[in-house]
Nanobody, 122 residues
């Protein structure tokens, strides 16, 4: 079983940047597609970004295209989410999961972790 721990969240002002990390332990994630999701207060959890096993193919929600970049370092068993030009509506708890390769947007196995809080203020 793979354990995923998200980190890097914080409080920033509109237009700021943050880099989230998702560190895996227990087994390697190098052969899996990975995804980032978020849940804002009072809203359902939603897909943010996905990346295939090699990093050569990525997928983004329309709301973050051009602002967020997902990447991975398989040697470090870690996935990243670089978030630029942050908006108030990006405020949420961010989670990472192993995702299916077909769409790279739906969790494949495992469960939701603690996530990392991102708060963007104007």
């Amino acid at each position: 079983q793979v354990q995923l721990v998200e980190s890097g969240g914080g409080s920033v002002q509109t237009g700021g940047s943050l880099r989230l990390s998702c560190a895996a332990s227990g087994r390697t994630i190098s052969s899996y597609a990975m995804g980032w999701f978020r849940q804002a207060p009072g809203k359902e959890r939603e897909f943010v970004a996905g990346i295939n096993w090699s990093g050569g193919n990525t997928n983004y929600a329309d709301s973050v295209k051009g602002r967020f970049t997902i990447s991975r370092d398989n040697a470090k068993n870690t996935v990243y989410l670089q978030m630029n030009s942050l908006k108030v509506e990006d405020t949420a708890v961010y989670y990472c999961r192993v995702v299916g390769i077909e769409t790279m947007s739906k969790p494949l196995f495992g469960s939701w972790g603690q996530g990392t809080q991102v708060t963007v203020s104007s």
